[in-house]
């Protein structure tokens, strides 16, 4: 029997985390920060990161926010969705259509967030890209860098942090102020594809 070889495509992004600078502009931001959202731990989402994710209680001391699928963040959600799935076929190319529920996350002085990954069991399983969005102006906080394993980057308000749901990240300790931020994924019907 003769097995036909599929010619290997080298995928050097694999890994990375890229940050966009100013992807979001302040007017942008600014509504994203007032945005109606829903406490977290009401939401099932939530519930199932508590779940299926390793560590989850550890590694998000942050105060969190569902901001949920309505006219008033609509747009949140189609920006987060169009950027991740333009970064998606950039980078990644990932089997990945479906945007998770956004999160709006608050670090507060002090509060951190270890190093860790975004994958999981279950339905958390299936992300494949994260984007962070950088909703606090430079000036309000100190510390919070988001780094990854092949680095970090400064982060102005509205940055764009993009990375696979397998890349190890942490951000560092906020030490004064607070950093707010957006958190999504990229899902996809099938897990490492």
Not at 71 to 91: A, P, T, Y
């Amino acid at each position: 029997m003769t097995i036909a070889r599929t010619p290997l495509v080298q995928n050097d992004d694999i890994l990375r985390t890229f940050f966009y600078k100013s992807l979001f502009k302040k007017e942008h931001c600014e509504p994203a920060l007032v945005a109606r959202g829903v406490p977290a731990e009401t939401h099932p989402y939530y519930q199932q990161e508590l779940e299926h994710l390793p560590g989850f209680r550890h590694y998000k001391p942050a105060h969190i926010e569902i901001l949920p699928a309505n006219e008033g963040n609509q747009w949140i959600r189609d920006s987060l969705q169009s950027m991740l799935k333009v970064f998606n076929e950039r980078h990644y190319q990932f089997e990945a259509t479906r945007l998770s529920e956004v999160q709006r996350m608050t670090l507060q002085s002090g509060e951190h967030m270890p190093w860790h990954y975004n994958l999981g069991t279950g339905p958390m399983a299936l992300r494949k890209v994260c984007i962070i969005v950088v909703l606090s102006h430079e000036n309000t906080y100190e510390g919070g860098q988001v780094c990854s394993i092949v680095g970090s980057s400064a982060q102005p308000q509205g940055t764009a942090i993009v990375y696979p749901s397998m890349a190890t990240v942490c951000l560092r300790p906020v030490t004064q102020g607070s950093l707010t931020f957006l958190f999504a994924t990229l899902d996809g019907e099938r897990p490492f594809r």
